[in-house]
């Protein structure tokens, strides 16, 4: 398989212990499976990997733009607890833009890796006043909630939103921080998973984001 095994809550290797993957900071750790690049056969491998659970991306897909990275998190198929896809290319405001999408169940900590937070899950912020927007998973809008980066270890560019969809966190993850006004009420997320013969058209390769 081309993916390899880390830890889904910071870049610290992780060893097979027993039954169980164990990771020297966090303890007993279900696994990140990630390509060392995106390609489609990585990608096939991702799939089989993240069996019955959703990988969700913008769709379509711009032009010029690819998927650039993604991971699953979990020990075998049908026991996924998260999912990421980045998709990467340009807007005429921004120059390059990297958009990282996470779905996970409650207390992964992917998402907060990627978003650079303090905790594993979004926190007392989402649900307080209104969403800052909303987006279409399939036909249900989501809304999101904008999360405070303010008392991140780590000093770089970006806008975070998440919300809750199907029972799990929902995280948007978008560099630099001014690529979030791209975001409106047309804007769709899709299960690429599920989309079969189309996913011979997705482009896949390039820099992946560091995260």
Same mark, same amino acid.
């Given at each position: 398989?081309?993916? &390899?095994?880390?830890?889904?809550?910071? /870049?610290?290797?992780?060893?097979?212990?027993?039954?169980?993957? +164990?990771?020297?900071?966090?303890?007993?750790?279900?696994?990140?499976?990630? $390509?060392?690049? @995106?390609?489609?056969?990585?990608?096939?491998?991702?799939?089989? *990997?993240? @069996?019955?659970?959703? &990988?969700?991306?913008?769709?379509?897909?711009?032009?010029?733009?690819?998927?650039?990275?993604? *991971? @699953? =998190?979990?020990?075998? !198929?049908?026991?996924?607890? *998260?999912?990421?896809?980045?998709?990467?290319?340009?807007?005429?405001?921004?120059? !390059? =833009?990297?958009?990282?999408?996470?779905?996970?169940?409650?207390?992964?900590?992917?998402?907060?890796?990627? /978003?650079?937070?303090?905790?594993?899950? !979004?926190?007392?912020?989402? +649900?307080?006043?209104?969403?800052?927007?909303?987006?279409?998973?399939?036909?249900? $809008?989501?809304?999101?909630?904008? =999360?405070?980066?303010?008392?991140?270890?780590?000093?770089?560019?970006?806008?975070?939103?998440?919300?809750? *969809?199907?029972?799990?966190?929902?995280?948007?993850?978008?560099?630099?921080?001014?690529?979030?006004?791209?975001?409106?009420?047309?804007?769709?997320?899709?299960?690429?998973?599920?989309?079969?013969?189309?996913?011979?058209? &997705?482009?896949?390769?390039?820099?992946?984001?560091?995260?």
């Amino acid at each position: 398989m081309s993916l &390899t095994p880390g830890c889904p809550r910071c /870049a610290t290797p992780i060893a097979r212990a027993g039954d169980a993957w +164990s990771c020297p900071g966090h303890g007993e750790v279900p696994a990140l499976w990630r $390509p060392p690049e @995106a390609s489609y056969d990585a990608f096939a491998d991702h799939l089989r *990997a993240s @069996a019955g659970f959703p &990988t969700l991306a913008p769709w379509p897909l711009g032009p010029g733009w690819s998927v650039t990275d993604f *991971a @699953a =998190v979990g020990d075998e !198929p049908r026991s996924t607890r *998260a999912t990421m896809t980045c998709t990467s290319g340009t807007s005429e405001l921004d120059g !390059p =833009v990297d958009l990282i999408v996470v779905s996970e169940e409650p207390g992964t900590g992917l998402g907060a890796r990627i /978003a650079g937070t303090v905790h594993d899950d !979004p926190g007392v912020e989402i +649900s307080e006043g209104p969403p800052m927007l909303k987006v279409r998973l399939g036909n249900q $809008p989501v809304p999101l909630w904008a =999360v405070s980066t303010s008392g991140a270890s780590r000093e770089w560019d970006r806008s975070v939103l998440a919300g809750e *969809a199907a029972g799990r966190w929902l995280w948007l993850v978008l560099r630099p921080a001014s690529a979030v006004l791209m975001l409106g009420e047309d804007w769709i997320l899709r299960d690429i998973s599920a989309m079969g013969p189309q996913l011979l058209d &997705t482009p896949f390769g390039g820099p992946a984001p560091p995260w």
